[in-house]
């Protein structure tokens, strides 16, 4: 696989309902938000900042095993990563207890995000194809 196909799988990994509160919803819609802009910004740490730390440590692993970078760690892969497009916005939130989804204008699927300790973040899981 090349490195470009494999950043092609991270970003689309990077970039992917019920009742809840409307509290719940607006807090998970500013995390959702915040994750989008950092990424529209390109701005690396902000970026892995609103992951989950599992996320950014899944993400360091596959820039490590996927992308040939040694000592990668989540901001260094999401920073090979183009910005997504600036027109980009949460759209709708979902929430579910811990569990939430954002639909965003502008992304191909929805995030999800879970609440750690109070705090909602972005969940992902990259995925590619191995060498």
């Known amino acids: 696989m090349t490195r ?9 990994a990077i970039a992917v309902a019920g009742c809840g509160g409307s509290d719940e919803g607006a ?17 690396a740490n902000a970026t892995c900042l609103a992951l989950t730390p599992e996320s950014q440590q899944r993400v360091a692993e596959f820039a490590r095993t996927h992308m040939h970078l040694r000592a990668a760690t ?4 999401v920073a090979l990563l183009p910005p997504a497009d600036s027109s980009a916005k949460v759209a709708t939130v979902e929430v579910h207890g811990s569990h939430a989804t954002a639909s965003v ?4 699927r929805p995030l999800t995000l879970v609440r750690e300790d109070g705090t909602w973040r972005v969940q992902s899981i ?6």
Request: charged share 20%; proline share 2%; with cysteine.
């Open 74 to 77: 989540c901001a260094r892969a």
């Open 4 to 12: 470009l196909a494999a950043v092609g799988g991270l970003a689309l």
């Open 105 to 108: 204008d502008g992304f191909d």
């Open 126 to 131: 990259p995925s590619g194809e191995a060498d």
């Open 27 to 43: 807090k998970v819609s500013a995390a959702a938000q915040s994750y989008v802009a950092a990424f529209t910004a390109h701005d």
